[in-house]
């Protein structure tokens, strides 16, 4: 039973498993690696341990609120997903975009080195790659790039490594969390998205050419 467990925390335990379930609900995607700005390195995630520790608590206690936590035991995440379909973070086209692009990335970065970690990538990097695939026909705008990133970010699927978010150098690590947002089921559909914005973009410049013909 959830309470005979729960009583059998510490008051620090108690008072650590009512953030993180905050956390979590908050953030939807909770990791085992994160970044450490100040020492520079990789670490292991003290609340991912703490969940894994106590996964049946953890899941006992969501299960009454509707929400099934899911452990993904080879890419060491830890995520929610609602009974009901509530909850659900709908992101904006430009977000949407910027998520594809970072996905191609993380797979790209992965069949190199062969990991099933995370993947270090730059602004530059995945603005590139966004014109490469056709989504944009110039760098979005600074305020585009922060926004979307910024999303991202608070939904654990990337991490700053450092720098201002809209600046080219700046790094950004991919997180495993990235594959059970966009599934590889999601992949195909977001291509043809993708591919019908490439074709809109070509007709909007055949018309701005046409144009600029006329006035000429």
Do not use: C, H
């Not at 379930?21 to 909770?30: A, D, E, G, N, P």
């Not at 990538?121 to 990133?149: F, M, N, Q």
Request: glycine share 4%; charged share 30%.
């Amino acid at each position: 039973m959830f309470i005979e467990k729960y009583e059998e925390l510490t008051n620090f335990e108690k008072e650590n498993f009512k953030r993180i379930v905050s956390l979590i609900l908050s953030k939807t995607f909770i990791g085992n690696r994160v970044y450490d700005k100040n020492q520079k390195v990789f670490k292991s995630n003290s609340d991912y341990r703490f969940i894994n520790r106590n996964i049946e608590l953890f899941s006992e206690y969501l299960d009454v609120a509707g929400f099934k936590l899911i452990k993904d035991n080879n890419y060491e995440v830890i995520y929610i997903k609602n009974e009901f379909g509530y909850n659900k973070k709908r992101l904006d086209k430009n977000t949407t975009i910027f998520l594809y692009g970072l996905r191609l990335i993380f797979d790209e970065d992965r069949d190199s080195v062969k990991l099933n970690t995370d993947a270090i990538t730059t602004v530059a990097d995945i603005i590139k790659t966004l014109i490469d695939v056709g989504a944009y026909t110039k760098k979005p705008s600074d305020s585009e790039i922060r926004t979307a990133l910024s999303t991202l970010i608070s939904f654990n699927i990337i991490q700053k490594i450092d720098g201002i978010l809209e600046k080219p150098e700046t790094k950004i690590v991919i997180l495993p969390s990235i594959l059970f947002v966009i599934t590889n089921e999601k992949i195909s559909q977001l291509s043809q998205y993708i591919n019908t914005l490439e074709e809109t973009n070509e007709e909007e410049n055949i018309e701005d050419s046409e144009e600029m013909g006329e006035e000429e």
